[in-house]
């Protein structure tokens, strides 16, 4: 099994310096996109802005959990992403993923390699280790759909 360090760094490697999966991270590839490309639909596909609240959204729910506190997310409002009007409003919206994508992966870091296996607030929600992993997995779901969106707006760009 994998001890909190392992998890820790797998979870850096989705959000903050990784290739070793899919060759790309949330960072890359949300770093060099302006805001007008981040609110951008295509068809009737989630704009990038949609899937950067999204998986920020659940970041920094469990985050809070890490940290002390409840767990106040909820599915339904997951998408429920604020009118960006700015590259400041965009570029605030980055620097927070980005911000509790590094302050998660710290938790994780310090986190006893025990507790991976305690109850996550309730015991209807798995394991610490569960919930981890699973974060993990989503936000390569969800990073593999921005890589694409992202192609297909900057195609629109040339």
């Known amino acids: 099994m994998e001890t909190s360090n392992q998890l820790a760094n797998r979870f850096r490697e989705v959000f903050l310096n990784g290739t070793w999966i899919a060759n790309t991270d949330y960072k890359d590839q949300l770093s060099g996109l302006n805001w007008k490309q981040a609110i951008t639909k295509i068809g009737s596909l989630n704009s990038i802005l949609a899937l950067t609240y999204h998986i920020n959204y659940y970041v920094a729910g469990v985050l809070q959990v890490f940290e002390g506190g409840n767990l106040d997310i909820r599915d339904k ?82």
């Open 77 to 158: 409002y997951s998408f429920d992403f604020p009118d960006i009007k700015s590259e400041e409003e965009w570029n605030e919206l980055l620097n927070d993923l980005l911000s509790n994508a590094e302050k998660f992966a710290s938790h994780i870091e310090l986190m006893p390699n025990e507790k991976l296996e305690d109850n996550f607030v309730d015991k209807k929600y798995g394991s610490y280790r569960r919930n981890i992993e699973g974060m993990i997995e989503h936000s390569y779901y969800h990073l593999g759909q921005i890589s694409l969106i992202k192609k297909m707006i900057l195609d629109l760009d040339n």
